[in-house]
């Protein structure tokens, strides 16, 4: 927001350079982006007035080009100029040789279709005031030629670009950053109290408003101004308004825009003759839109209304969207004699939705949808009726329409200077702080050390002591409050050991080429129906789902990896291999839907799920492209319990629901622990899922590992001495079912304390169904180099004993 800064001192006498106030405000909680002149770079421009337009030079461009006689009132000059406006009488911005315009742009003496042209005349592109050039050259009706342009239209000012935070809608105007700069330097504030000369009938019997929807329009005040002659605003004005970045259009309309920058309050002006009427007068009736009902806007646009917005209509048809623009039907036009002035106070939330659905976006409604002030829209009003009877010789009927349905109720806020000294660390004086507030319109009386405040509607982010606290030390200032060091004694961090957990996990499975999954902690009812064993009982309901496929907590830890394997395979992407750390909640106690008091106990457990489906790897050249099966599974979750530090071993079974009864294993430790299941995924689940095909998954309960009893860290050297290697091979006979690892298990036990590492290696099936498992067992001292006969003693040894236990036969 641009405000300049001569203006601000039209209400307070301030001590400081612009500078200088911008580094206060900045100081205070306000940002100032920038300090500009207005008219950095203009220089010797001054007003000519055209005498005469002594001839035609024909048309360049689509434009006439003429020779005009211009006059400074000491020297005259002939100048070519193809502007539209251009006509004898104009008084307007002329550059004569030797001046200077934006951009260094040194204006002389130029032939110009033969003919000699001195000077320019300039439009308020040229002269880098605004953005219009179409219109012609900026006319200066008011001011004697001669006169210097930048004296006369006060260009000689800076502008302040402040950048106001959404709880601050009380510095979105020129008096509102006056207010804080008056506060800042204990200097007063000159409020400017518009003085009315009323006459003829009363406002009430010329016009009527009827609020039917209260609760987005809270107050709705209407003046009528009579014999009003529209036309262009004087020079001060429309410069003025052109700093801060807004286009002159005519003296009404600019004088709504002029007292929404000086006072903060949007208006607008209707043209009264085209209200339609009521009962014999022009009635605005606030209401919402109707369904598909369609309005065109100043803009030109007709714009489609749906019935959460607010409109302002007559009994006819909506003639202005409220808050946000006014509509083309009802616009202040050249014939325009008498203006019905609109000022009103609207929900800030309502103006919100309105402006963004419709791509709208405007200064009034940037002010409304930040909270206005529903006290000052009257002196607004009266502002804004005083300067169109001013300028546009209007005559203000008697007293004005107010639609006001509850009035507003000022709060009291009390603040105690013992609060301000313990959440500041320090504190003014009472009578200080009590002077910082009357300085920022808070009307404060003093008992003791505690402070009665009275806070306005303009200050509608204050609602608590706190608040009060803050406005005290920002105007008082920051630097006031002391450095101290903190006190305690300062620890180390100590990261949970869930996180470390997760660490460790992700760590590990991402390296072994795994993606992460995060889904939804929620799942669907009909989908965990088809998970046989889990009770429905005690699965917590939600009390406000977003859907019914959404409706309770995640029961089961793979429900939430199997709908992102779901996806991903709807989506053509059929190899995919992810883990998740998810958590499990159910009802502990009797199963009942809170708040029922008294609920029953929720409990929550972690795990880490691994799900697996398509191809092992990547499609190549140089390998075959072999579908995931249940050791892969298996496998990366032993990947992930080495990771944890834990040891466990596989065997037949599991309790969890899910997989397939003859594809499920469980990981025991060494002390006879379950801390995971692996498996297949069975055919049901998968089915509820949309998933045709295999997939493979583990789940391993995070909670229960992180209950087992930490391993030491020990320090083992690198081994100094060579391993020694031998492979062993036993025939399982068709109908031995014998599993693996219960002889892996034994070839342990036999080997003794020189077996450093055992692999099954090879697995292979016999035509008439034998079974031949091949381990690999790795020997090896810490002490010495290994002898043949000491490893050959040991071999011979493991294979009599497995062969003997289980009846199996060594393979050659």
């Given at each position: 927001?641009?405000?300049?800064?001569?203006?601000v001192r039209e209400f307070v006498d301030l001590p400081l350079t612009p500078e200088q106030a911008a580094d206060r405000l900045i100081n205070a909680g306000v940002e100032v982006a920038s300090v500009t002149p207005v008219a950095p770079d203009l220089k010797g421009v001054v007003v000519g007035e055209i005498e005469a337009i002594e001839r035609e030079l024909g048309e360049s461009q689509g434009h006439r080009l003429v020779l005009c006689r211009v006059s400074t009132g000491r020297q005259r000059f002939s100048v070519v100029c193809g502007a539209p406006n251009v006509a004898a009488g104009v008084r307007a911005a002329f550059a004569p040789p030797g001046s200077v315009l934006p951009g260094d742009r040194a204006i002389g003496v130029a032939t110009i279709r033969g003919t000699v042209s001195e000077g320019m005349l300039c439009s308020e592109r040229e002269l880098g005031l605004g953005d219009?050039?179409?219109?012609?050259?900026?006319?200066?009706?008011?001011?004697?030629?001669?006169?210097?342009?930048?004296?006369h239209l006060r260009l000689d000012d800076v502008v302040l670009e402040i950048e106001i935070t959404p709880n601050r809608p009380d510095c979105l105007?020129?008096?509102?950053?006056?207010?804080?700069?008056?506060a800042l330097t204990g200097t007063p504030l000159r409020v400017p109290r518009p003085r009315l000369e009323e006459s003829g009938e009363d406002a009430t019997a010329l016009a009527r408003v009827r609020i039917e929807a209260p609760e987005l329009c809270h107050r709705f005040t209407a003046r009528v101004i009579s014999d009003v002659a529209v036309a262009p605003s004087p020079a001060w004005m429309a410069a003025r308004l052109r700093a801060v970045g807004l286009r002159p259009i005519s003296n009404v309309v600019d004088v709504t825009n002029y007292v929404m920058w000086e006072l903060?309050?949007?208006l607008h002006a209707f043209d009264y003759e085209t209200v339609t009427r009521e009962q014999g007068l022009p009635t605005i009736v606030v209401r919402r839109a109707r369904p598909d009902e369609r309005m065109k806007t100043l803009d030109g646009q007709t714009r489609a209304l749906t019935p959460e917005m607010l409109l302002i209509a007559d009994p006819a048809r909506g003639i202005g969207i409220a808050g946000v623009m006014g509509g083309a039907d009802t616009e202040v036009t050249a014939s325009t004699t008498r203006v019905l002035l609109e000022s009103a106070y609207f929900l800030p939330a309502s103006i919100r939705r309105t402006s963004r659905a419709l791509g709208l976006r405007s200064d009034a409604a940037y002010r409304f949808e930040r909270g206005a002030d529903v006290n000052a829209l009257v002196d607004g009003s009266a502002r804004a009726a005083q300067l169109i009877a001013e300028l546009g010789g209007g005559r203000i009927a008697r007293g004005m329409v107010d639609a006001y349905p509850t009035p507003h109720a000022e709060a009291r806020v009390r603040l105690r200077?013992?609060?301000v000294g313990r959440i500041l660390g320090i504190a003014p004086p009472a009578d200080t702080a009590a002077s910082i507030l009357n300085g920022l319109g808070l009307p404060t009386t003093v008992t003791g050390e505690t402070l009665d405040v009275q806070v306005p509607s303009f200050r509608r982010d204050l609602t608590m002591e706190d608040d009060l606290a803050e406005e005290v030390i920002r105007v008082w200032g920051y630097d006031r409050i002391p450095s101290t060091l903190p006190g305690g004694a300062i620890t180390s961090v100590q990261i949970p050991a869930t996180r470390r957990q997760d660490r460790?996990?992700?760590s590990a499975l991402v390296g072994a080429g795994l993606a992460e999954a995060v889904t939804y902690s929620f799942t669907d009812p009909q989908r965990a129906a088809a998970l046989p064993g889990l009770d429905a009982a005690a699965a917590i309901p939600l009390v406000n789902p977003m859907s019914e496929e959404a409706s309770r907590l995640r029961q089961h830890p793979l429900e939430g990896l199997l709908g992102a394997?779901?996806?991903?395979?709807?989506?053509?992407?059929?190899?995919?291999?992810?883990?998740e750390i998810a958590v499990t909640y159910s009802w502990a106690g009797p199963a009942m839907a809170p708040p029922s008091p008294p609920p029953a106990h929720a409990v929550e457990r972690r795990w880490l799920t691994i799900a697996l489906t398509g191809m092992r790897g990547d499609t190549a050249w140089y390998a075959e492209a072999t579908p995931v099966d249940v050791y892969d599974a298996k496998g990366f979750a032993e990947h992930a319990l080495g990771a944890l530090g834990v040891r466990a071993r596989a065997t037949d079974g599991g309790r969890l629901a899910g997989f397939e009864a003859d594809c499920h294993g469980v990981f025991v430790t060494e002390r006879g622990e379950a801390v995971g299941e692996f498996g297949e995924v069975a055919a049901g689940a998968r089915g509820a899922f949309d998933i045709d095909a295999p997939v493979f998954a583990a789940a391993l309960d995070l909670d229960a590992i992180l209950a087992l009893p930490r391993p030491g860290v020990r320090h083992e050297a690198l081994p100094r001495f060579p391993a020694v290697q031998r492979d062993m091979a036993f025939v399982l006979g068709a109908e031995q079912a014998l599993p693996a690892a219960e002889v892996e298990g034994a070839l342990r036990d036999e080997a003794g304390p020189l077996l450093r590492e055992l692999t099954l290696f090879d697995v292979f099936r016999f035509p008439d169904g034998r079974r031949s498992l091949a381990w690999r067992l790795t020997f090896q001292a810490a002490?010495?180099?290994?002898?043949d006969d000491e490893v050959n003693t040991i071999h011979a040894r493991v294979a009599a004993r497995i062969t003997e236990r289980f009846g199996l036969s060594l393979r050659a």
């Open positions: 927001m641009k405000i300049p800064y001569a203006w219009e050039h179409e219109a012609g050259i900026l006319v200066v009706a008011d001011a004697a030629p001669g006169a210097d342009l930048v004296s105007s020129v008096l509102g950053i006056a207010r804080e700069l008056a903060g309050h949007p200077m013992s609060r460790a996990v992700r394997l779901a996806t991903n395979i709807r989506r053509r992407q059929p190899n995919v291999r992810m883990f002490d010495r180099t290994l002898t």
